[in-house]
């Protein structure tokens, strides 16, 4: 995107739920990470408030949760500002909700092996932390011990591009990994390249013992941005690739092997993030979608796209979900404005129901939170909004993330 254009942690959650506690944390890339309150009783304009602030590096850009910690990962900076590589910190988080001042508590940190620190993600037995570095074009692998401190990494992958991809801009002139995300066993890991036009799978058997596997290979012009894996209820696994510069959701079936390395994809469908019966976009960079993400009764998909060529609100497409391995796994529903510019991240509330959507505009610097109709997956009414500054168009200084409580 030219960045010139405008405009148990599940125990602790329980508990603060039950507290009374509602809200989310969000890596707001000019401050550190904001805890913000949201009280969906009080007025669009007040039910949300930041009510802690904790320094995460220069540039925070993803978040993740594992029992009592929150792991962040910054863009540069780190250990101090002369230097380029990111860092991934550790923060204890508190068993109540924070008062005003209160913060999350800094437990660890760690080089992220590379520019661009962009997004982390633990292994579901919270033994390996995996970082991805777009600039730098590495992702690196990290022990983690019992109290969820970093070790040194294990590994550290560099990509290479023979040469560049067709996407305009130099938005594919590197590799440009954009994420590293474990799948619902822990045991294989996927790193989606923008440049490359490729998802790279790894075979982890533990921070000590990495493989890598066969990449999958999306047309070029793609541009992989973020995945998911999703488990239906009959158990099976489908996966899901996110193209940025296409404007795409690719919806596969997952198969294990017996063997404990084996691991296969099967894609079924391609659909628009823009809106229903178009097709993939070329990689011109004047729409570009951002995140992909579905509810917990596995009835409804949302995706997020920001346009590059205008100042008018971004938008956001609603799917139905079938647990099928065919043509319409997604059916577009409906199509949204984020009421914002530039959406960045976007992420439905924890609870059993994803009650509400709350969405991080990157270049207009502000929240929105909406309430979902659980039964149609559309959206009922603006529960939110929350100025964070001066709208930016240039400098990396709105949200990048939000992980709800």
């Excluded at 796994?329 to 914002?340: A, P």
């Amino acid at each position: 995107m030219p960045e010139s254009i405008f405009c148990s942690f599940n125990d602790v959650a329980a508990e603060q739920r039950s507290s009374g506690a509602v809200g989310f944390y969000v890596a707001q890339q000019n401050t550190g990470i904001l805890e913000v309150s949201f009280d969906p009783s009080k007025s669009l304009n007040d039910s949300l408030s930041v009510v802690a602030t904790t320094i995460a590096g220069t540039q925070p850009q993803w978040l993740k949760a594992h029992n009592d910690k929150i792991y962040s990962i910054s863009r540069t900076g780190f250990p101090t500002n002369s230097s380029t590589s990111g860092g991934i910190f550790v923060f204890l988080r508190p068993h109540s909700p924070a008062t005003e001042g209160e913060s999350l508590t800094l437990q660890d940190a760690e080089t992220s092996n590379g520019q661009g620190g962009v997004h982390c993600d633990v292994s579901p037995d919270g033994k390996t932390l995996a970082a991805a570095n777009i600039e730098a074009s590495t992702m690196a692998i990290y022990p983690l011990a019992e109290d969820g401190s970093i070790s040194e990494a294990t590994y550290r992958f560099q990509y290479t591009l023979d040469q560049p991809g067709p996407g305009a801009d130099d938005s594919q002139s590197e590799p440009f990994p954009h994420e590293s995300a474990f799948d619902p066993t822990g045991k294989f890991l996927v790193v989606p390249a923008r440049g490359e036009d490729r998802v790279h799978i790894y075979f982890v058997a533990c921070a000590e013992k990495v493989n890598q596997l066969e990449d999958i290979v999306v047309p070029l012009g793609t541009g992989p941005r973020h995945t998911a894996f999703r488990q239906s209820a009959t158990g099976q696994t489908f996966f899901y690739i996110l193209g940025e510069l296409d404007n795409t959701i690719r919806v596969y079936s997952v198969e294990y092997g017996q063997a404990s390395s084996a691991i296969s994809f099967t894609l079924h469908q391609t659909i628009s993030t823009l809106g229903p019966n178009l097709p993939p976009t070329a990689p011109d960079r004047v729409n570009l979608a951002s995140e992909f993400v579905f509810t917990a009764d596995g009835n409804f998909a949302y995706a997020c796209n920001r346009n590059t060529s205008s100042r008018d609100s971004d938008t956001f497409v609603i799917y139905s979900l079938k647990d099928t391995k065919s043509a319409n796994h997604l059916t577009y529903l409906s199509i949204d404005k984020t009421l914002g510019k530039i959406p960045r991240h976007f992420a439905l509330s924890s609870d059993p129901n994803n009650k509400y959507l709350a969405i991080a505009n990157e270049y207009s610097n502000d929240l929105i939170v909406f309430e979902r109709d659980q039964q149609s997956g559309l959206m009922k009414e603006i529960k939110g909004h929350l100025s964070l500054g001066d709208a930016n168009p240039v400098a990396r200084n709105g949200p990048a993330c939000i992980l709800w409580k």
